[in-house]
């Protein structure tokens, strides 16, 4: 899995309260440790969490205020419709089969 999924996918069980913030912050930590192998929108994110996450310990935020913010860091990484032929995570672009299980037939003129 990418940065992006697991930082996501542990905001998102945190918010729905299927982990306690000591078990977020453990996940979160194994996957900040790595910060600047990452892509800057992934690094932003990181550093948005641990402020507000010291904003929480500090006693700025409250519970609610913390699980909308987390909402809000990780909101650069929502899936978004992908053309066919943008450009992938790796900066390849991806073969020409289309993304979905829908069949496209291109006609090419001759």
């Known amino acids: ?43 932003d994110a990181v550093v948005a969490i641990e402020n507000l996450l010291s904003e929480y310990r500090a006693q700025f935020l409250d519970a609610n205020d913390l699980r909308e913010g987390l909402a809000k860091a990780v909101r650069p990484f929502e899936p978004v419709q992908q053309s066919a032929f943008a450009a992938n995570d790796y900066g390849q ?13 291109f006609n090419v003129a001759r």
């Open 1 to 43: 899995m990418s940065a992006r999924n697991d930082i996501a996918n542990a905001v998102e069980a945190y918010r729905e309260r299927h982990l306690s913030l000591d078990r977020f912050e453990d996940q979160f930590r194994n996957i900040a440790q790595a910060i600047f192998s990452y892509p800057k929108d992934v690094q």
């Open 93 to 105: 672009h991806p073969s020409f089969f289309p993304l979905s299980g829908n069949s496209t037939h």
